[in-house]
């Protein structure tokens, strides 16, 4: 086989990969498009629970009461990842059911949900009396998604405390770790698309989600870290849907009622 022949064939073979390598691609902008993200091949889940109170959270605490735990008998979130060149991209939801893209300074009019976030927040905070604005501040004001890391310590008065490897906070603020090259969270991609704004936000189907770029060389390292579960930090979450109705205590159900008479 002669040069020009090896030419052309490293050319026709070039023309052939292009399109798979071109499109593998990721945007990081908080949030998953099935379209454009084909760089997100591998679609998994993780054991997740509320750390606002999660003691009295609808979706379960994670069994807080000891220093161990098995985060796959944890309610369950969906997490996307895959390599781009030298990236290990990552995104991470909050399920709809707990929480979606909503606020409005008039909540209680404009969001249709609203009294599913009333009585997540009375669950959470043990008080039937407990209304929240549900306006940005309130909606987004202590959300943030943290990954356990594996490790509990016990206080002398017997509150367990878990160790956090990695934290961002919502909206914006992320630890610079494992390499990380670019991040986003779902108040971005609301407010850049013109999806809503710091005082709107009617997206009940758009998930809280957490989208990260890393180094590639800490993949293993970052997955293996995510197998301990991870923390979404709700303030308020939404009740459970109809199906999962059992979860509710018949005092705020009870609450509920009188509020709609």
Same mark, same amino acid.
């Given at each position: ?8 064939? /490293?050319?026709? &073979?070039?023309?052939?990969? =292009?399109?798979? !390598? ?6 990081? #902008?908080?949030? *998953?498009?099935?379209? +454009?993200?084909?760089?997100? +091949? !591998?679609?998994?889940?993780?054991g997740w629970y509320n750390g606002h109170? @999660? ?7 994670? #069994?807080?009461?000891?220093? /161990? ?8 979130? &969906? ?7 030298? /990236? ?8 709809? =059911? ?5 606020? /409005?300074?008039?909540?209680?009019? #404009?969001?249709?949900? *609203?009294?599913?976030?009333?009585? @997540? ?11 929240? %604005? ?33 934290? =961002? ?6 630890? &610079? ?8 969270? %779902?108040?971005? *991609?609301?407010?850049?698309? @013109?999806? @809503? +704004?710091?005082?709107?936000?009617? #997206? ?15 993949? &293993? ?41």
């Open positions: 086989m002669n040069l020009r022949t090896l030419f052309w064939l /490293s050319v026709i &073979t070039g023309c052939l990969m =292009a399109p798979i !390598v071109q499109g593998q691609s990721v945007t990081v #902008n908080g949030h *998953y498009d099935a379209i +454009t993200d084909t760089g997100y +091949t !591998v679609t998994d889940t993780v109170r @999660g003691h009295n959270s609808a979706y379960g605490d994670g #069994n807080l009461g000891g220093t /161990s735990w098995d985060a796959t008998n944890w309610n369950q979130t &969906t997490i996307r990842h895959g390599v781009v060149g030298d /990236s290990f991209f990552l995104y991470i939801e909050a399920p709809l =059911a707990a929480k979606g893209m909503e606020w /409005s300074e008039d909540a209680e009019n #404009n969001i249709a949900d *609203y009294w599913k976030y009333v009585l @997540g927040g009375q669950l959470l905070h043990d008080d039937e009396g407990k209304t929240n %604005s549900l306006d940005f501040a309130n909606a987004t004001g202590s959300e943030k998604l943290e990954f356990l890391d594996g490790t509990a310590s016990v206080d002398d008065k017997g509150k367990v405390t878990r160790g956090i490897a990695f934290t =961002a906070d919502f909206p914006g603020g992320v630890d &610079t770790k494992w390499g990380l090259k670019d991040s986003a969270d %779902s108040i971005a *991609y609301i407010i850049a698309e @013109g999806l @809503g +704004t710091d005082k709107e936000s009617n #997206n009940p189907d758009v998930a809280m989600a957490f989208e990260f770029e890393f180094a590639l060389a800490n993949k &293993t390292e970052i997955l293996e870290t995510l197998q301990n579960g991870v923390v979404f930090h709700l303030s308020p979450e939404k009740i459970p849907e109809p199906s999962s109705a059992l979860l509710l205590s018949v005092a705020s159900i009870g609450v509920l009622l009188r509020r709609k008479r």
